[in-house]
């Protein structure tokens, strides 16, 4: 089984895009980037898959919409 990867480290490969990115290319940058069997979890919330975390983030209110996709913002990312 993979390690665990924190959705902090999602929002950060976010920012590091500096661009909006559609959900289905971030889920695809999150397989190449942490493994396609890559589990993920938060301060609250634990094994979820790449979809789930990306629905998680959104209901979170993590994201800023565009007519380009998604992105993120470095205040959006929790310092705990």
Not at 14 to 23: D, F, N, P, V, Y
């Amino acid at each position: 089984m993979s390690e665990s990867v924190h959705g902090h480290q999602v929002m950060e490969l976010m920012l590091a895009q500096g661009q909006s990115i559609t959900k289905q290319a971030l889920k695809q940058l999150m397989q190449t980037t942490f493994g396609e069997q890559a589990y993920y979890h938060t301060c609250s919330a634990s094994e979820m898959n790449a979809d789930e975390l990306i629905e998680f983030l959104e209901n979170k209110g993590k994201f800023i919409h565009s007519e380009a996709g998604i992105e993120t913002a470095a205040d959006r990312i929790c310092n705990h």
